[in-house]
C-alpha cells in the first residue's frame, strides 16, 4: 500500500511540476507532508538539506531517500526509476 501512495504522492508533482527541478520541490511537500503525512515537515527539510549536498536533480535523489526511508532499498529504487 505504500508504493501506491508514493507513486501518487511522485507522479503528481512530476505531472504538473515545471521542468522538474527546485519548482517540484513544494508540490512533493504538499503531497508527501500535507496530503499522504508520510513525513514531519521537520523530516522533510532534513531530506532536502541531504539531497542538496549531493550533485544531480534534486527531486531524483528526494524521491529515492523519501522511498528508502518509507520502504526500504527496492522501493528507493523503483521511486528513482519512475
Request: charged share 10%.
Amino acid at each position: 500500500m505504500i508504493q501506491k501512495k508514493l507513486f501518487l504522492a511522485f507522479f503528481i508533482p512530476g505531472l504538473i511540476g515545471f521542468d522538474s527541478g527546485p519548482s517540484t520541490i513544494p508540490l512533493m511537500q504538499k503531497e508527501v507532508v500535507d496530503h499522504y503525512q508520510m513525513m514531519t515537515l521537520t523530516e522533510y527539510s532534513s531530506v532536502i538539506a541531504i539531497g542538496n549536498i549531493f550533485p544531480g536533480p534534486i527531486v531524483t535523489k528526494l524521491a529515492g531517500y523519501i522511498g528508502y526511508e518509507l520502504a526500504g532499498m527496492l522501493v528507493a529504487v523503483i521511486a528513482i526509476l519512475l
